[in-house]
């Protein structure tokens, strides 16, 4: 399935063309390892694109001490044939940054995903005019043809914006047990998603190194990415909100692959292996009734610029922080708005996801009764959209495929009239 999205840009009579950023070069950041057999495909959606003056910065990268490692060998044999297959396009278009040769992979902790992207970020902000695009994506994603056209014109409609984070879709493979791993935990994600949607949550992202793009001017404002060995999406995402809006629909997305993969500690590679041996601790979904109480606690913050007043985090933030922040936000602050933003930015992201962890430890509801619970407040107004029936064991694939269809669509609803209310450009935050 793809969702149709471009004609929201015609629907608002807007000159697609018009909205380039004709003099700023889209800048991709690509990290490659063990990608031989997928980057043919990548690259066949690139050079499909409607825009055609893209440069191309791609990372091919492991340990160095792999070559010494036998059932390494396989990942090190795989990168050099990707690095012989690139430089056979023979492409002026394309910089490769060889982290994999022997003697050229990474030494000691720099390492992993996280330092890749950084590495290619880097080299892009040091190359590039502030207003070029920086675009990270994965070998093991695709896009339809006008995918880059309609980054730039989203970018140049929305010239205050810091970053896009731009909607996706997983492609489903053909094997009944990882297409029900994966429906599983693309389920998780956009239920995650559309309830920090529902509560007007700053951090309302799903964090996914394929679909992101900023400014080079953004990049360079924040500091860079933070290299992590995984997750550096989610912190690289959360430093952006910060610093200014980031929107997050678009006219067209992106189709990463679901697969398994151990080469991160989490994400979608290892929630699949995970969840196929049955593990789903790490992915839960969580109940609708958390994050009423972070929206409750979001609303008192007028409130605590005066005085301190009980709010449902209270526990879990004395338990993490040893004190409650207020006062100390308070005494930073020189007014009501500029304490607002400093609670949103203390109560970030990670504090949201941890307090949910930790209070739904103990939670009796089972996965199926949370999804089903935030489904029924999505179709309340045309039960016939609503599942037949419903559980993530005994459901057939196209039943847990029209679950995921049915969060999509109203997560992309929820992405659109963000867009919407941000094209003016107002910061969650601001």
Not at 257 to 269: E, H, I
Not at 274 to 301: H, N
Request: net charge negative; hydrophobic share 40%.
């Amino acid at each position: 399935m793809r969702f149709n999205t471009q004609s929201v840009f015609k629907d608002i009579n807007l000159d697609f063309q018009s909205l380039m950023l004709q003099e700023n070069r889209i800048k991709i950041a690509l990290p490659v390892m063990d990608e031989y057999l997928a980057l043919p495909v990548f690259m066949k959606a690139l050079y499909a694109q409607s825009v055609q003056d893209f440069i191309l910065y791609i990372c091919v990268n492991q340990p160095d001490e792999w070559w010494d490692i036998p059932e390494k060998e396989p990942i090190c044999i795989s990168n050099a044939e990707s690095l012989e297959w690139l430089e056979s396009l023979h492409d002026d278009r394309i910089i490769i940054i060889d982290k994999c040769s022997p003697g050229n992979g990474w030494e000691g902790k720099h390492r992993g995903i996280g330092w890749a992207r950084k590495v290619l970020m880097d080299r892009i902000s040091e190359d590039s005019e502030k207003d070029d695009i920086i675009l990270s994506l994965d070998a093991d994603t695709v896009f339809g043809p006008e995918y880059l056209e309609s980054i730039r014109a989203n970018l140049g409609l929305n010239p205050n914006a810091v970053a896009l984070s731009v909607p996706y879709y997983h492609q489903l493979c053909g094997t009944d047990i990882i297409d029900r791993a994966m429906l599983r935990y693309e389920i998780y994600m956009r239920c995650y998603a559309i309830n920090l949607w529902r509560i007007e949550s700053p951090y309302c992202f799903t964090a996914l190194g394929s679909a992101i793009a900023l400014p080079v001017k953004s990049y360079r404002a924040i500091g860079g990415l933070t290299p992590k060995h995984s997750g550096e999406d989610f912190y690289f995402l959360q430093k952006l909100v910060k610093y200014g809006t980031v929107i997050h629909w678009n006219s067209e997305m992106v189709y990463p692959a679901g697969r398994l993969s151990d080469r991160v500690n989490f994400g979608t590679g290892p929630a699949l292996i995970k969840g196929i041996q049955g593990d789903w601790k790490s992915y839960p979904v969580y109940p609708t009734e958390l994050f009423a109480e972070i929206r409750e606690t979001m609303s008192l913050y007028p409130l605590l610029f005066v005085e301190d007043m009980p709010t449902p985090l209270d526990e879990f933030l004395i338990n993490r922080m040893g004190e409650l922040p207020w006062t100390a936000l308070r005494q930073n602050s020189r007014s009501r708005e500029q304490f607002m933003r400093a609670c949103y930015e203390k109560i970030d992201g990670l504090r949201i996801l941890q307090f949910l962890k930790e209070k739904n430890m103990n939670n009796p509801v089972s996965d199926e009764e949370s999804t089903i619970k935030l489904l029924e407040t999505i179709v309340m107004d045309k039960p016939e959209l609503k599942p037949k029936q419903f559980s993530y064991a005994d459901s057939t694939i196209d039943e847990l495929n029209q679950v995921r269809d049915l969060l999509a669509g109203e997560e992309l609803n929820c992405r659109l009239a963000h867009w919407n209310r941000s094209t003016g450009l107002i910061s969650f935050l601001n």
